[in-house]
């Protein structure tokens, strides 16, 4: 999982191949259903959530939405979705490269669930045993259409599988929160994006 290069397209397409062969191995405790919290009481797992502010009104929810289908939220530099061609879609394998201290992993989840309505957009995934971390992630934007208000919301359930991430887990740890806060940022920047005020 650990590599001292970039993968290969090549690579990449063969990890998604031998991933959609493999089931998906997260708690399965998360929740588009409004009104259903994840616990934070499963044994091992570290729960996180984090929510912000995006904008206001139908045109910020928008461009949120777009950005979410370029996978905008995963484009921080040092990390992105390796197929960003991929459909936010039920069943989708979705392969994530980081690269953190020179060394660079790809991470393969499955899409288990998807949310796509007048007040929200957003899907959860469940990682594959082809991840450093074993869990599952939802990335949310929701329209409070009363207030007008526009959030982003990340929610993680986590456990390290990988060697160096137990050994290494409290950098481990850093490096999740430091996706969480870039992530953030980046979705803002791209809702104020003029082009997406214009659109």
Same mark, same amino acid.
């Given at each position: %999982?650990? @590599?001292?290069?970039?993968?290969?397209?090549?690579?990449?397409?063969?990890?998604?191949?031998?991933?959609?062969?493999?089931?998906?191995? #997260?708690?399965?405790?998360?929740?588009?259903?409004?009104?259903?919290? =994840? @616990?934070?009481?499963?044994?091992?797992?570290?729960?996180?959530?984090? /929510?912000?502010?995006? $904008?206001?009104?139908? @045109? =910020?929810?928008?461009?949120?939405?777009?950005?979410?289908?370029?996978?905008?939220?995963?484009?921080? $530099?040092?990390?992105?979705?390796?197929?960003?061609?991929?459909?936010?879609?039920?069943?989708?394998?979705?392969?994530?490269?980081?690269? @953190?201290?020179?060394?660079?992993?790809?991470?393969?989840?499955?899409?288990?669930?998807?949310?796509?309505?007048?007040?929200?957009?957003?899907?959860?995934?469940?990682?594959?045993? %082809?991840?450093?971390?074993?869990?599952?992630?939802?990335?949310?934007?929701?329209?409070?259409?009363?207030? #007008?208000?526009?959030?982003?919301?990340?929610?993680?359930?986590? /456990?390290?599988?990988?060697?160096?991430?137990?050994? #290494?887990?409290?950098? =481990?740890?850093?490096?999740?929160?430091?996706?969480?806060?870039?992530?953030? /940022?980046? %979705?803002?920047?791209?809702?104020?994006?003029?082009?997406?005020?214009?659109?």
């Amino acid at each position: %999982m650990f @590599t001292l290069r970039r993968p290969k397209s090549a690579e990449i397409d063969e990890a998604i191949a031998a991933a959609r062969r493999l089931a998906t191995d #997260g708690p399965g405790l998360l929740s588009l259903t409004p009104g259903i919290p =994840a @616990t934070s009481d499963h044994p091992g797992f570290k729960h996180d959530r984090s /929510r912000s502010l995006l $904008g206001h009104g139908e @045109t =910020a929810f928008e461009s949120a939405k777009r950005a979410f289908q370029r996978w905008a939220q995963f484009d921080l $530099g040092w990390s992105r979705v390796a197929n960003p061609d991929v459909a936010i879609a039920a069943g989708q394998i979705i392969a994530v490269e980081f690269e @953190t201290f020179a060394l660079w992993t790809l991470n393969l989840s499955r899409i288990v669930e998807v949310v796509d309505t007048p007040g929200a957009f957003g899907f959860i995934y469940s990682t594959t045993g %082809m991840h450093v971390e074993r869990g599952e992630e939802q990335f949310l934007i929701e329209f409070d259409h009363a207030a #007008g208000d526009v959030w982003y919301e990340i929610e993680a359930l986590s /456990r390290p599988r990988h060697f160096l991430a137990r050994v #290494g887990f409290p950098v =481990a740890r850093a490096l999740q929160h430091r996706f969480v806060r870039e992530s953030h /940022r980046r %979705m803002l920047t791209e809702v104020l994006a003029p082009e997406s005020i214009l659109s």
